[in-house]
């Protein structure tokens, strides 16, 4: 049902993918030159840089993030079946693993992108697909629980 834990967890989990849409998730600034470099989940931002920000596609952050979120808010509503919820969170754990994938790849190209003696840093948009790994788990163990818990319930019968 709706208002099960589970169901709280996942929606935890959208909303936290959600912010990966929202928040910056990598920045770097140099501050001899006051060059600025921003990832975001859908571009670079760039502020006084001479050269362009990397040319890459940075928008499959966005999108994955976006694919985990719909398929948590998705795997909410199919309570009657909970292996097909099953089965769905674990789409959702590579589909947040690609993710985090991503991330760690695209932050690599703008930290060439400015002086490579300086480290930029992650933001809080970076540690969000980890939140919801932790959410995807927990919610995948109660959903297992609930599914026990049926099976004990019909070999009483």
Do not use: C
């Not at 996942?10 to 001899?32: F, R």
């Not at 994955?64 to 919820?85: D, N, S, V």
């Not at 003696?117 to 980890?130: A, I």
């Amino acid at each position: 049902m709706i208002q099960r834990i589970q169901s709280v967890f996942l929606l935890l989990l959208a909303l936290a993918m959600l912010g990966v849409l929202l928040l910056p998730l990598w920045h770097k600034t140099d501050a001899l030159t006051h060059q600025e470099l921003t990832l975001t989940a859908f571009a670079y931002a760039a502020q006084g840089v001479a050269a362009p920000a990397p040319a890459a596609p940075v928008w499959i952050i966005g999108l994955l993030a976006a694919a985990a979120a719909a398929l948590a808010l998705f795997e909410i509503f199919q309570f009657r079946t909970r292996g097909k919820q099953l089965l769905l969170g674990s789409a959702n754990l590579l589909l947040i693993t690609a993710t985090l994938g991503a991330e760690f790849y695209f932050s690599n190209l703008g930290e060439q992108a400015l002086n490579i003696k300086l480290e930029g840093q992650f933001m809080l948009g970076f540690y969000l697909p980890t939140l919801a790994l932790l959410l995807n788990l927990l919610a995948s163990r109660f959903i297992r629980r609930d599914e026990q818990l049926v099976r004990s319930a019909d070999r009483l019968r």
